[in-house]
């Protein structure tokens, strides 16, 4: 489903990412992990072209991304439509009410009729258990009902591909697994997922392929049982400890 | 020390700014006020020596001086202040056509008539449908505010008229075919307009008015030395040779001059000596200031509302446009939209609106004055609003286009609905400032002889000597007019307050 040939984006000398290579198939939750600053959060941006990167080439679904491309809107609005983003933050839009947030999208990008995009709101809001809530402004929401809110918002464009920056940063253990519950269903319905987290158990839970990021490269990736109980890099092993402590 | 010296130079220079020309002349000089923008062939700079004021009430004073014994020195001052000017002693006489009228003489005294005249029709040359004053119900005039011709044609009614600060625009004006008549003083009307090809005059000229010289009311001995100085040049032909050298000698003054010379006591100084001072008490004048005078103002009141919304509108739709082409744009564009934000804002208004209203007619495109006047306000205040917008765009965060782009939404589409709905919420407060900015600055388009609020203050303050009465009333009505719309403002403030994350940003 997705194909990344080595991606190298810099940031001035900074190097964000470093020759990433990997290739996701369909419906399979990959989990994105590393220290800080390790790039999973440029990698996720390049993925749906937020961040464009400076070598190397990507491929999703039959969307070819390459270098050059950067300059045209329009290409990329169409990938962006095939790939929906959880932010960490959600950037939920604060003058929309929940359900004006989820139509939007589909409405202007899909050219859903008004009855068809309600209907598609109330679908989506009921699934992610937000339908009480759908007349509500984002800042009445909890964090946790804000981020179903911004799954129901990227669903909306029936993307085949889904990514979440940091999801559970603003959960607790409750919310956290719910969220598994939501996205354990879309894997089911066919749904490629890739997710950066910092948590270890919900990654183990999730996942059924790790990437460990350090330093703009992959470094290691596997199984999850593979990758937190016999890591065969070192700088995966020193990270793990480190985080685990 | 040095400093000490540099600041009393500096002290020096801004006493001789302020005081003007008067404060410095001696006691026996005769200081006479007058507006040397007023033209020929009252008063003019010299086109050869630009600071030397000439014309005929210039040799006039001279003469008058000489009579006195005295020493005559100009002093410049707005033709509509200078009557105040002379009652606050700035000078010891007013000699610019002032008309001997019964308004004015509630105010001041007069000296004898020193000349006479009939008002002027002109037409444009072409004009076939017009002969005297009754042809012109229905049509619009030109005339010089504050002036009996704008009287003359207030009474005759059923005129649209549009008065002007300076006889040229109006000239101008009517040659271009703004106008389809000008009523003015003859003797500017044989300057002004007659030398233009394009123009005509109808007829002889209309009434008869006769310009006096204005002195402090209660200068009685002096009145009397300005009377008899006036009736000694009449008697020895040297007023006479003063017209007949600007060609302005005419019937009128000669039979003013006969009867002044055959009945010395017909025009004695007391039957031109004002109302005793202070003849209104406080309850007259409250009486007036609460009675006729606010419903007078009203009628400028839709004028100043219509100019001041249609151009909050422009400037609106303006501003948003190039705040946009300012961001998004490609530099060509965006430095152009740049361009107009700094070129708009960084002159005057004033200027601006000269530069639509008397400047584009002479390459072809000319506007209405109430387009002109909506046009200037409107160009102006796109310029600030352009800032504000701006301004606002850049405070949402930048999370909000990434999630609309995220979304599929092109650039467009993610400003059109996401960023700038919020933006526009977010500079409710400072466009609502502005608005009000823009509602007090519509004052100024009474230059562009629009008919608005300010402009009938100014007529009415002028007729009734009350700066004071009529001008706290118009203010009034502009603080009454801006309050309904900063209450509008507060509600769409609460309305559309935009929760969560970026109000936080306030
Ligand atoms: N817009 C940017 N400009 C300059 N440098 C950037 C920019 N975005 C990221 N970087 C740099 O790229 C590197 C990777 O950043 P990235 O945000 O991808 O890390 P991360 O793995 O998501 O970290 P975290 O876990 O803290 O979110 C870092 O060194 C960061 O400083
Ligand atoms: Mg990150």
Redesign the pocket.
């Known amino acids: 489903m997705i194909t990344a040939e080595r991606l190298t984006?810099n940031?001035?000398k900074?190097?964000?990412?470093d020759q990433v290579s990997f290739s996701i198939p369909p419906a399979q939750v990959t989990v994105?992990i590393?220290?800080?600053?390790?790039?999973?959060?440029?990698?996720?941006?390049c993925l749906n072209g937020l961040?464009l990167f400076d070598e190397g080439s990507l491929r999703i679904g039959e969307y070819e991304v390459t270098v050059g491309q950067g300059r045209s809107q329009g290409g990329l609005a169409r990938l962006r439509r095939e790939v929906g983003m959880v932010f960490?933050s959600f950037n939920l839009f604060p003058h929309l009410t929940v359900e004006a947030n989820v139509e939007l999208a589909p409405r202007i990008a899909r050219g859903l009729t008004e009855a068809e995009s309600t209907a598609l709101a109330h679908d989506l809001l009921g699934k992610v258990g937000l339908s009480e809530r759908r007349d509500h402004y984002p800042h009445q929401l909890s964090g946790g009902q804000q981020q179903r809110a911004a799954i129901a918002r990227a669903l909306a464009m029936a993307p085949q591909v889904m990514l979440y920056?940091?999801p559970t940063s603003a959960l607790d253990s409750a919310l956290t697994g719910e969220l598994l519950q939501i996205m354990r269903r879309l894997a089911e319905d066919g749904m490629t997922q890739v997710v950066?987290t910092?948590d270890i158990s919900f990654a183990r839970e999730l996942a059924d392929e790790v990437l460990v990021?350090i330093e703009?490269r992959v470094v290691e990736s596997g199984p999850p049982e593979e990758i937190f109980t016999a890591p065969r890099d070192q700088r995966t092993r020193e990270f793990l400890r480190r985080y685990l402590s | 020390m040095k400093r000490w010296i540099d600041l009393r130079a500096l002290w020096l220079i801004l006493l001789t700014l302020l005081g003007g020309v008067d404060r410095i002349a001696v006691a026996q000089d005769l200081t006479w006020g007058g507006d040397a923008e007023g033209g020929a062939p009252y008063l003019l700079p010299d086109p050869h020596r630009p600071r030397q004021i000439i014309g005929f009430e210039v040799d006039l004073m001279e003469a008058l001086a000489r009579q006195l014994g005295r020493r005559q020195v100009f002093v410049q001052n707005q033709w509509d202040g200078l009557i105040p000017g002379l009652l606050r002693g700035n000078y010891d006489l007013a000699v610019n056509g002032l008309e001997i009228t019964d308004d004015r003489r509630q105010r001041i005294a007069f000296s004898i008539p020193y000349y006479a005249c009939g008002e002027q029709l002109s037409l444009r040359r072409s004009e076939k449908s017009i002969e005297r004053l009754t042809d012109l119900h229905g049509r619009i005039v030109g005339t010089l505010k504050f002036s009996l011709a704008q009287r003359l044609l207030e009474d005759e009614g059923g005129i649209e008229i549009r008065a002007y600060e300076n006889q040229n625009n109006a000239y101008d004006d009517l040659a271009n075919g703004r106008l389809d008549a000008v009523l003015m003083d003859w003797p500017i009307a044989l300057y002004y307009s007659r030398p233009n090809p394009a123009l005509k005059f109808a007829g002889e000229s209309i009434g008869t008015l006769e310009y006096g010289i204005g002195v402090r009311p209660g200068e009685k001995q002096f009145l009397q030395q300005v009377d008899d100085g006036l009736r000694e040049l009449m008697r020895s032909g040297e007023l006479r040779r003063i017209y007949e050298r600007w060609g302005i000698w005419n019937a009128e003054t000669e039979r003013l001059f006969v009867r002044q010379l055959e009945n010395p006591t017909r025009a004695p100084a007391e039957q031109f000596l004002p109302l005793p001072a202070g003849s209104l008490g406080w309850r007259e004048r409250a009486a007036r200031t609460l009675g006729y005078l606010p419903p007078m103002l009203m009628q400028g009141v839709p004028m100043t509302l219509l100019i001041s919304i249609l151009g909050m509108l422009v400037a609106m739709f303006l501003g948003l446009a190039i705040a946009l082409l300012n961001l998004y744009a490609s530099p060509p564009l965006a430095i152009l939209a740049r361009l107009y934000v700094e070129i708009f804002r960084g002159t005057p208004l004033l200027i601006q609106l000269y530069l639509i209203f008397y400047g584009l007619p002479n390459i072809g495109i000319r506007f209405s004055p109430l387009m002109a006047a909506v046009m200037g306000l409107g160009l102006n205040y796109a310029a600030y609003e352009a800032e504000n917008y701006r301004s606002g765009i850049l405070a949402i965060p930048r999370g909000q286009m990434e999630a609309a782009l995220a979304l599929g939404l092109t650039r467009y589409q993610a400003l059109r609905y996401v960023v700038v709905p919020q933006a526009l919420r977010l500079v409710i407060p400072p466009v609502t400032n502005d608005f009000i900015a823009l509602f007090k600055d519509s004052s100024i388009v009474s230059v562009i002889t629009m008919v608005e609020l300010t402009k009938i203050y100014g007529q009415l303050a002028a007729t009734y000597f009350d700066y004071i009465g009529a001008g706290l009333v118009a203010a009034l009505l502009y603080l009454l007019m801006g309050l309904p719309f900063v209450r509008i403002a507060r509600w769409a403030e609460r309305r559309y307050r935009l929760p969560g994350a970026v109000t936080q940003l306030h």
Do not use: A, N
Request: zero cysteines; glycine letters at 24%.
């Open positions: 984006k940031y001035g900074v190097r964000g990412l994105l590393g220290p800080s600053g390790g790039g999973k959060s440029t990698l996720l941006r961040e960490q920056d940091e950066v910092h990021l703009g």
